[in-house]
């Protein structure tokens, strides 16, 4: 068995790992906090090895279930690893680390593509 195979338990060796981030803003977060969080975020597909693919935007739904997050960063790994190797890595932590001063609440969700 491949080492892909071993650590995507859907057991298919095209399948990602999708990390998808939400993150709702303080009501005192200024567009300018909100511009650097979207930047500095954008940085880490660069900084970070074992970053597949990255994307972000903004909710658009009609349908008013957003529960107040309004930014979605989706990050693709090939391999569990890779994702945690993220996790860790010191630019990812330096960034959660200036989240403090705008950011409400978060919300995390991995799944492996079907």
Not at 54 to 62: C, F, I, L, M, R
């Amino acid at each position: 068995m491949s080492a892909n195979l071993a650590a995507n338990p859907a057991a298919n060796p095209s399948s990602l790992l999708r990390h998808v981030v939400l993150f709702s803003f303080k009501a005192s977060a200024s567009a300018e906090q909100v511009d650097r969080v979207v930047g500095d975020f954008g940085t880490l597909k660069d900084a970070v090895p074992g970053i597949e693919a990255y994307e972000w935007g903004t909710n658009v739904s009609p349908e008013g279930l957003n529960d107040g997050f309004t930014h979605c960063f989706t990050l693709s790994f090939a391999t569990a690893e890779a994702r945690d190797g993220y996790l860790v890595h010191a630019a990812h932590q330096a960034f959660v680390a200036t989240l403090g001063a705008c950011l409400e609440r978060s919300l995390v969700v991995d799944y492996w593509t079907q």
